[in-house]
């Protein structure tokens, strides 16, 4: 009997729960154990920082400033406590090109604070990228788990339908508990490029008032020099933008 339309609908949406459903049991897979105190208290923060700015009770200027404050107060031993990076590993192999990037899911630790924010793991082997991109409507974090990073920031000056201007604001290594942010206003555009064998990064991302959902825009910051130091970076489709900087 043919398929109809209906049947292939269910179908789809079948296989997408069933993905979606992976996914989730992957993301609390590997987190272990129970949430060091210090650590709880830390997500019960970012998680009162971010409901303050989703009810408009703190800007997004603000909540940068508060989020790296925080960056600075988190111990990577009890991050490190948290994400079982050897499970990671099991389930994910490093990537030949560009970054792993596996969900996470603090909320399942025992002893958690409802959190409203998403976390991520990205990991990468010697030479390959966290592909330079820019967001929308997003504060994220990045905190050095293991490994060393060489982490370049750009301030967005304008916006443009095929190419953002950007400029030059920092260009650096990390090391474990190092850490940047990133929102609309200050370092917008971040690439990251690891410098050992394995190089892992802890990802808190807050999509601040849902007009663009957070999205990511991948450009070429090799582009065109302007006065001023600026760049035209020209707007990129993900496989592009891996192929040309992901290693």
């Not at 993905?19 to 998680?47: F, M």
């Not at 090109?97 to 996470?104: E, M």
């Not at 990511?216 to 020099?225: A, I, K, S």
């Amino acid at each position: 009997m043919p398929l109809t339309r209906r049947a292939l609908s269910g179908q789809a949406l079948a296989a997408l729960a069933t993905a979606g459903l992976a996914q989730l049991l992957w993301s609390r897979d590997v987190v272990a154990g129970a949430v060091r105190p210090a650590l709880g208290a830390w997500l019960t923060d970012l998680a009162e920082m971010t409901r303050a700015l989703r009810g408009r009770q703190l800007g997004e200027r603000e909540f940068q400033r508060l989020l790296d404050d925080l960056c600075e107060r988190v111990d990577p031993a009890d991050l490190h406590a948290a994400v079982d990076l050897d499970a990671l590993m099991a389930r994910a192999a490093l990537p030949d090109t560009g970054a792993r990037s596996v969900d996470v899911d603090l909320a399942a630790l025992a002893g958690a604070p409802r959190l409203g924010f998403g976390q991520r793991v990205f990991a990468c082997r010697r030479g390959r990228a966290i592909v330079p991109h820019g967001h929308d409507d997003l504060c994220t974090a990045f905190i050095v788990l293991s490994g060393r990073w060489r982490g370049r920031h750009y301030d967005r000056l304008e916006t443009h339908a095929d190419h953002y201007v950007i400029r030059p604001t920092s260009d650096r290594e990390f090391a474990p508990g190092d850490h940047s942010t990133v929102s609309d206003h200050r370092d917008n555009v971040h690439w990251f490029q690891a410098e050992t064998d394995r190089a892992f990064v802890f990802n808190v991302h807050v999509a601040c008032h849902g007009r663009g959902g957070g999205s990511r825009v991948y450009l070429d910051p090799d582009g065109e020099r302007l006065p001023g130091g600026a760049i035209r970076a020209a707007k990129l489709d993900k496989l592009a933008c891996v192929a040309r900087y992901g290693g």
